[in-house]
């Protein structure tokens, strides 16, 4: 079993900041890919972010979080984090992180986190 656990949602102005947290525990032998999902009420989950193990990461197509948010792992404590600058009321949804990666020989897994809300007001 692999848990994922989110931090650090919350309820911030427009053009204000968070940083988003997420630990992997349990009885994983390694993480391949990390990254960050969300949805928006109404909408489907869409990607905002993933990174691999070597620090490449990879943002949405669309222009809607490149140049605002960063990801960022630490592969010695299984955490990645999402940094969101410049935040806008769209931002608004529920964030899930995600990992994938191996439990064993031929074992893989695929794991999300609860979801954390971040609320931006205008």
């Known amino acids: 079993q692999v848990q994922l656990v989110e931090s650090g949602g919350g309820l911030v102005q427009t053009g204000g900041s968070l940083r988003l947290s997420c630990a992997a525990s349990?009885?994983?032998?390694?993480?391949?890919?990390m990254g960050w999902y969300r949805q928006a009420p109404g909408k489907e989950r869409e990607l905002v972010a993933t990174i691999t193990t070597g620090g490449r990461a990879n943002y949405a197509d669309s222009d809607s979080v490149k140049g605002r948010f960063t990801i960022s792992r630490d592969n010695a404590k299984n955490t990645v984090y999402l940094q969101m600058n410049s935040l806008k009321p769209e931002d608004t949804a529920v964030y899930y992180c995600?990992?994938?990666?191996?439990?064993?020989?031929?074992?893989?897994?695929?794991?999300w986190g609860q979801g954390t809300q971040v609320t931006v007001s205008s």
């Open positions: 349990g009885s994983l032998f390694s993480i391949d890919a």
């Open positions: 995600n990992a994938n990666g191996e439990l064993g020989p031929f074992r893989r897994f695929d794991a």
